[in-house]
């Protein structure tokens, strides 16, 4: 299962950032999730409410947008944000295509809550 791979690396730099911050714990995940990443979202829900339990992040809700593909054409200069194949610009047609987002993984936000001063 390749989303608790993520989820076990993801655990990692929240328990980081929380020491960080000095967390009491953390209340809120918010990821960044492209389309074409590879991850299925319920999967990696799923994994973040089993690996949580016993965590500072016990609490915590996860929140997944899901980031469009998107390309620019390397001839019109084009960009584009298929929801599927073909990947070709809409524009002219051609195949020949730089990729600009959709396909990585990331932190957008965490919430955490800390001490009182």
């Known amino acids: ?4 791979s993520i989820v076990t690396n993801l655990f990692d730099v929240l328990e980081e950032r929380a020491r960080e911050a000095k967390a009491l714990k953390i209340t809120g995940v918010k990821l960044r999730v492209g389309r ?5 979202p319920d999967l990696l829900e799923s ?3 089993t690996f949580k339990k016993g965590t500072i ?6 929140e997944i947008e899901i980031v469009p ?3 620019r054409c390397r001839r019109c200069g084009g960009e584009s944000f298929p929801e ?3 990947y070709a610009c809409r524009t002219c047609g051609s ?4 990729l600009l987002g959709g396909m990585d993984i990331f932190i ?3 919430e955490v809550e800390v001490p009182d001063p």
């Not at 992040?57 to 996860?62: F, I």
């Not at 195949?95 to 730089?98: F, P, S």
């Open 1 to 4: 299962m390749h989303e608790l």
């Open 36 to 40: 074409l990443s590879g991850v299925v």
């Open 47 to 49: 994994a973040f409410e």
């Open 57 to 62: 992040a016990e609490e915590a809700r996860l």
């Open 69 to 71: 593909f998107a390309f």
């Open 84 to 86: 599927e194949p073909p």
């Open 95 to 98: 195949g020949d295509v730089e």
């Open 108 to 110: 957008e936000k965490i």
